[in-house]
């Protein structure tokens, strides 16, 4: 079993930045792929960005791809998504995900483990 637990949302302009981090308690960390989801109003939560467990490979969505970066730090059993360039359509609910898969995975159904959900909001 693995806890997640994201932190780093908030309210911020168009253009501007923020740092989610999803740190996990329980299993080891460095066991897991992990994955990086959002769910805006009204829609289909989608895959943002995933990465392998020792952080090699990365894979992003084409929405995101050159303004957000996922990593991790598995001595600290945390996870990152950095996001820059900010537009409106990036608000949502995000979550961080783990799963036991071999390989990285943009679909949900490989993800074992969901964190709560932390808000981005970009206002315009």
């Known amino acids: 079993q693995v806890q997640l637990v994201e932190s780093g949302g908030g309210l911020v302009q168009a253009g501007g930045s923020l740092r989610l981090s999803c740190t996990a308690s329980g299993r080891t960390f460095s066991s897991y792929i992990m994955g990086w989801f959002r769910q805006a109003p009204g829609k289909e939560r989608e895959f943002v960005s995933g990465?392998?467990?020792?952080?090699?490979?990365?894979y992003y969505d084409d929405s995101v791809k050159g303004r957000f970066t996922i990593s991790r730090d598995n001595a600290k059993n945390t996870g990152y998504l950095q996001m820059s360039s900010l537009k409106p359509e990036d608000t949502a609910v995000y979550y961080c995900?783990?799963?036991?898969?071999?390989?990285?995975?943009?679909?949900?159904?490989?993800?074992?483990?969901w964190g709560r959900g932390t808000q981005v909001t970009v206002s315009s």
């Open positions: 990465i392998s467990r020792g952080g090699t490979n990365t």
């Open positions: 995900a783990v799963g036991s898969s071999l390989r990285t995975s943009l679909w949900d159904r490989d993800y074992d483990f």
